[in-house]
């Protein structure tokens, strides 16, 4: 997601629709909170505002992607994404003489269609693709859009409830569904770490400061440990909390592949630097980017950068090899973005300067070409792969 910054004043007002869906969102987190004695953790609250049925961001009729909606993805932004990953599957899938896909959280399911196309050109399609996807109304644009750009190979995709069943071989994408899992927030004070919470008071939804709670302590205790540092007093930041047995059940059924995750984030030294000493919960709304999590419920995506330490370590924990970590723009250049761009003839200039345009958005420093990185989880594949054949950074974790 690329999207410019705003202030809480600057956000365009709801429409009546979307303002009584927001509000019957608020009556049921207000439940919730009174039933669990007046307070509930940021990861229950983040659960409920995302995928709450018929009432979380992702889980009722809100536009979402791309112009229209809330926030862009690489693969919205433009198919030399996919076609990028392509020559990644095409790779691993050669190399096991063939297999599976699996998306998790495939949104608007352009990256399912981009990916099945360029398969198809590369002669490589899986015998089988499917989407793990928690949203039924995501389910249904994504058939939508196999339908509309890919409808020779929509045969080829099905819907799972649940992940795979075991003797998966092939290959596992997630492009930007880690930043959407739920996190846990804390903040260290002089009595040591404590959980945020949620509570309901007379303005509204409000940020709380929990007791001492065992988990959350445990969890930091082991980041630091990691780290080699304290964090300081007042420090505020989050981890996922289920993050090894989220990652248990998608690696569970494969019995030889790769997954590969992609996503804004950074390695544990630098998510938890001393400057973002105020953690890194942002929420999307109408293409701006603020800060403010409890505003907005079911209106606004609200996602957090990805610790890519803690998904090698829970990858490492569930027995699966870390084969290659690296930014965006690396991954893209090691599975041949520029000779993608290369086969376009300089002299039809203006697909010419749109392609290259769409390679300086998925690459720039300080875009997304760096601010996303590339992880690769591996079992039973040892080859190295191409995403990371031009720079592996995997010392940085
Ligand atoms: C930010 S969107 C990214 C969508 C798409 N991959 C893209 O790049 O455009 C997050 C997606 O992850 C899905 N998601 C959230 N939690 C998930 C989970 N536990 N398992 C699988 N998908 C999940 C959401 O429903 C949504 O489709």
Redesign the pocket.
């Known amino acids: ?1 690329i999207i410019p910054t705003a202030s809480l004043n600057t956000l365009p007002a709801p429409d009546p629709v979307a303002a009584a869906h927001s509000a019957r969102l608020l009556d049921h987190l207000r439940a919730e909170i009174a039933n669990a004695d007046g307070a509930i953790s940021f990861a229950r609250f983040m659960e409920l505002a ?2 709450a049925p018929g009432l979380g961001y ?1 889980r009722a009729g809100a536009r979402k ?1 791309g112009p229209g909606g809330d ?1 862009v ?4 932004l433009s198919p030399l994404f996919a076609r990028c990953l392509a020559r990644q599957c095409q790779e691993v899938l050669h190399t096991l003489g063939g297999g599976e896909m699996l ?6 399911g ?2 399912a269609a981009d990916l099945l196309l360029e398969l198809r050109t590369l002669d490589a399609l899986p015998e089988r693709y499917a989407i ?4 039924g109304d ?1 389910r249904e644009r994504q058939r939508q859009t196999l339908a509309d750009r890919a409808p020779e190979w929509s045969d080829r995709v099905v819907w799972l409830d649940a992940p795979p069943a075991p003797g998966f071989r092939g290959v596992v994408l ?4 880690l ?3 739920p996190v846990e927030c804390f903040r260290v004070t002089t009595q040591g770490p404590r959980r945020l919470t949620v509570r309901w008071t007379e303005t509204g939804l409000a940020w709380a400061e929990g007791g001492a709670d065992p988990a959350v302590t445990a969890a930091l205790s082991r980041i630091e440990s990691d780290l080699g540092w304290r964090l300081p007093e007042g420090y505020t930041s989050e981890y996922i909390p289920h993050l090894q047995d ?1 990652l248990r059940t998608i690696a569970e059924p494969l019995a030889a592949g790769a997954l590969l995750f992609v996503d804004y984030g950074y390695p544990r030294r630098e998510y938890y630097h001393p400057e973002r000493a105020t953690g890194t919960l942002l929420c999307h709304y109408r293409h701006r980017v603020h800060d403010d999590p409890l505003i907005l419920p079911g209106l606004q ?1 609200i ?1 957090a950068s990805v610790d890519f330490t803690a998904v090698a370590d829970a990858a490492v924990a569930v027995g699966l090899e870390v084969a290659g970590y690296t930014r965006q723009n690396y991954f893209l250049f090691g599975c041949g973005l520029m000779e993608l761009l290369a086969e376009v003839d300089a002299a039809e200039t203006v697909r010419y300067l749109e392609q290259a345009r769409q390679v300086k958005l998925l690459t720039l420093p300080g875009e997304m070409g760096d601010r996303f990185q590339a992880i690769a989880l591996t079992r039973n594949l040892t080859i190295p792969l191409r995403g990371f054949a031009f720079r592996d950074e995997r010392d940085r974790l």
Do not use: Q, R
């Open positions: 997601m995302l995928y992702y992607f926030f993805t690489a693969p919205e998306e998790l959280g495939a949104g608007t352009i990256m793990l996807e928690p949203s995501l997630g492009n930007e569904v930043d959407a899992l989220w995506d996602t």
